[in-house]
């Protein structure tokens, strides 16, 4: 399991374990499914990888269910929203953001993990955490946040260089995301400066985060095969399924 707190696991595997104290709706609960993490910037081929693993696992007789961020329908559209003003101070932002992960945890992981699926999650709460990071918050305070949070079965961080980031994004929509080029945070006037900057950012925090929390980190500058074999190999061993 990803995580060091992951030393501490009971006998009973199919409990799961959080990073600290543990939501109500997990004292009684015991989850036999899997929960499998993607993370990675915009760019680095989340969504491709996601949807080639999901017609992998079923094909294996795996149920698979799917989380990402901003998808509650409790908060996703207000989010969105937010997003567009650019009036909220980036704590409310953060919070904003960690309502949305919980509600999806609550409603939509914890029961499919319960009924036993596979829950590939479009990147979780160490994204939420590098951005908040970046932008200025303790990361004691992010931790204390996400503490709740399950610890995953496996998190795999797909690594793309930042160059190579603006030349996907471009191909596909054309632009560059405010939020993703770290446009508020005044680092340079200049778009394309600001991503490159912002990216290097997140990466050196996804580099630390990975020494405190142990996920996997993959090249993702190779083509989708390459790519999509290393996933399906090491998620493969945890499932005992073959690549």
């Known amino acids: 399991m990803a995580g060091k707190i992951a030393r501490n696991a009971p006998a009973n595997r199919s409990r799961k ?51 990402g961020l901003r998808r509650s329908p409790l908060l996703a559209n207000d989010i969105e929203q937010a997003k567009q003003t650019n009036i909220l101070t980036h704590t409310t932002m953060s919070l904003f953001y960690a309502t949305d992960f919980f509600d999806q945890l609550v409603h939509e992981i914890i029961p499919a993990l319960r009924a036993g699926y596979v829950v590939l999650a479009d990147r979780y709460i160490y ?4 951005r908040d990071i970046v932008r200025g918050s303790s990361p004691e305070w992010t931790q204390n946040l996400y503490s709740p949070a399950l610890i995953p079965d496996a998190v795999c961080y797909l690594s793309v ?52 929390y142990g996920f996997e980190i993959i090249n993702a500058n190779r083509n989708v095969p390459s790519v999509q074999k290393a996933l399906r190999t090491h998620l493969g061993r945890i499932l005992g399924i073959s690549a």
């Open 161 to 212: 260089e930042p160059k190579q980031l603006v030349l996907r994004n471009f191909e596909k929509s054309a632009s560059l995301d405010y939020w993703e080029s770290g446009m508020d945070l005044g680092l340079s006037r200049d778009m394309f400066d600001s991503f490159l900057q912002f990216q290097q950012l997140l990466q050196a925090e996804f580099t630390r985060m990975q020494k405190r």
């Open 127 to 130: 994204t939420l955490m590098a």
């Open 17 to 67: 374990i959080t990073y600290g104290c543990p939501l109500p709706e997990l004292h009684t609960t015991n989850l036999p499914g899997k929960l499998f993490v993607v993370e990675g910037a915009d760019g680095s081929g989340r969504s491709t990888h996601i949807r080639l693993l999901s017609e992998w696992l079923e094909s294996n007789g795996h149920a698979v269910e799917h989380m």
